[in-house]
């Protein structure tokens, strides 16, 4: 079965209940995830943790230009 995803921003915090409710009782609908810009910390994320052991390990590389990443690329 295909999923559809809906994104909904509301500016007023007190309908997200009632539209949670709402949208659950609709046939085929099976789950309601409500987020919001706070919840998000990028720090936590896999990528953001690998990113920093790759700079603890200094496995990060500077170039000044294309020729120079090139040359270190290649050797």
């Known amino acids: 079965m295909d999923s559809v995803q809906i994104t909904l921003n509301a500016d ?3 309908v997200i209940d009632i539209l949670k409710s709402l949208l659950l009782q609709m046939r ?3 789950n309601v995830r ?10 936590t994320t896999p990528a953001y943790q690998e ?3 790759d700079i603890a390990n200094g496995r990060v590389y500077h170039a000044a230009n294309a020729k120079e990443m ?5 050797g």
């Open 34 to 43: 409500v987020s919001s810009d706070e919840d998000f910390d990028i720090t």
């Open 12 to 14: 007023n915090k007190n």
């Open 51 to 53: 990113a920093m052991d």
């Open 70 to 74: 090139f040359a270190q690329i290649l």
């Open 28 to 30: 085929g609908v099976s």
